[in-house]
């Protein structure tokens, strides 16, 4: 994930096929390690499952404070469920669908305040620098910065469908096609379809704004 | 996994067709397949970026495996008035009710703000907890009857602990 990267090496590791697939395969055997009592391949599922139950909640356009204490809940709960976890492979699929129960709650009690379509206030959690951010700062990487932000404001723009199957995909690794049936409740066979038609639909408006 | 994307795909294509006005070929489509790639890798190094899990976050996951406990039994969610009661009209802020359930022990919980109240079924004493994270356990009042209140609501995710003679459990967590 280094923003340096010249597009034509970056180019090169695109995974053909979901090479969350691949990765999921440990899942089970992590969990399993876990409920034995392995911090370590707990923090390897922290490491793999994070960022997908952070999409998730992301998706669903929550506030930071109730998407904060979403992402909590969910590990948690998963912390508490480990050892009576009925398909440890599915894991994520399961951190996926707890995230989205608890997205939908928090949307359910929200009668007056709804989840912000301000994409100002979306943009003020990346205040934190992180190490992408320290590196994309230089002055070399000034063009490549500009680029993510006119992709991410072209993103933001998106219809809700297409912004939140996105913002789902985007996980790293890429989530499996069951793990985002589980975290937005469609199923599994419209995803490539409205994939495609979501990726083609940003691509077209990214080349309307002249932006490679 | 890969399988059932690549059959998601040829659906894609057939999908494509209808859109498109043009008939496109084969090799199109595969030339077209690779830039939705290219575009989702690229929206990925993008929220990686843009959108990252907040390192506190990361870290409070990483604790969290201080909350599986091998030797509590959990109580499970079986009804929350948010999803399973139909809304009073007229009334905003009704107090959510919450009862969770772990074989033939029962939890009552109501939760206003002002804080817990609650009830443990069939009454019997118990020493109650309520956790606010790995390291948060504050212990609450309960009567004989297994009734209890915490003059706190809590400001996030939370779990009741309750020991009833040698059994320990522990009600699912949940968003307040």
């Known amino acids: 994930m280094t923003a340096g990267t010249a597009p034509s090496t970056a180019y090169d590791v695109v995974p053909y096929t979901r090479g969350g697939a691949v990765e999921r395969a440990e899942v089970g055997a992590l969990v399993r390690a876990a409920v034995d009592g392995d911090a370590g391949a707990w923090k390897a599922l922290v490491d793999g499952l994070s960022p997908l139950v952070w999409s998730v909640v992301r998706a669903h356009r929550l506030s930071d404070a109730d998407g904060h204490e979403v992402y909590q809940t969910v590990w948690f709960r998963f912390a508490q469920h480990l050892g009576r976890i009925r398909e440890p492979e599915k894991a994520g699929s399961w951190l996926a669908s707890t995230a989205r129960h608890e997205c939908l709650k928090v949307i359910k009690s929200l009668t007056r305040l709804m989840p912000t379509d301000d994409p100002l206030v979306l943009d003020r959690v990346s205040e934190d620098r992180t190490p992408e951010q320290l590196l994309i700062d230089s002055e070399d990487a000034a063009a490549e910065a500009e680029q993510v932000r006119r992709l991410w404001q072209e993103f933001e723009e998106l219809g809700d469908r297409c912004r939140r199957l996105l913002r789902v995909l985007m996980a790293s690794p890429p989530p499996s096609y069951l793990e985002v049936s589980a975290a937005l409740g469609i199923a599994v066979g419209s995803i490539g379809p409205l994939r495609q038609r979501c990726l083609r639909r940003l691509r077209a408006r990214l080349d309307a704004r002249g932006v490679v | ?176």
């Open chain 2, 1 to 176: 996994m890969s399988g059932m994307r690549e059959e998601n795909e040829l659906h894609g294509e057939h999908d494509g067709h209808g859109e498109d006005e043009r008939e496109l070929a084969a090799d199109t489509f595969d030339a077209a397949e690779f830039d939705d790639g290219l575009l989702e890798e690229e929206l990925r190094r993008a929220a990686a970026v843009r959108d990252p899990v907040p390192t506190e976050l990361r870290q409070l996951a990483l604790d969290a495996y201080a909350l599986y406990d091998l030797d509590a039994r959990v109580a499970e969610l079986t009804f929350d008035s948010l999803v399973d009661a139909l809304p009073i009209r007229g009334a905003t802020d009704a107090p959510r009710m919450l009862t969770f359930r772990a074989g033939e022990l029962t939890v009552d919980v109501e939760v206003t703000g002002q804080g817990l109240m609650g009830q443990v079924l069939p009454p019997q004493p118990a020493l109650i907890e309520v956790l606010g994270g790995p390291q948060s356990a504050l212990p609450v009042p309960v009567d004989e009857l297994g009734r209890f209140t915490s003059g706190a609501r809590p400001a996030g995710p939370f779990a009741l602990r309750l020991r009833t003679g040698a059994d320990v459990v522990v009600t699912e967590w949940l968003r307040a």
